[in-house]
């Protein structure tokens, strides 16, 4: 965690597409955890060192 709203991730891939569908299958279990709870979530992805988000 950067600060409280801020966090910092790291994750290994083989190849573009295998990024996308990690960063997808991730925010959707962040989704659902959130509905469980009768809350949602606000998320902006994004790679450092690239113009890169999801």
Not at 3 to 27: A, C, F, W
Request: with cysteine.
């Amino acid at each position: 965690m950067i600060n409280s709203r801020t966090y910092l991730g790291s994750m290994p891939y083989n190849d573009e597409q295998h990024l996308d569908k990690q960063i997808h299958d991730v925010l959707a279990e962040m989704g659902f955890q959130a509905a469980l709870e009768c809350c949602f979530i606000e998320v902006d992805v994004t790679e450092i060192g690239t113009e890169r988000s999801w």
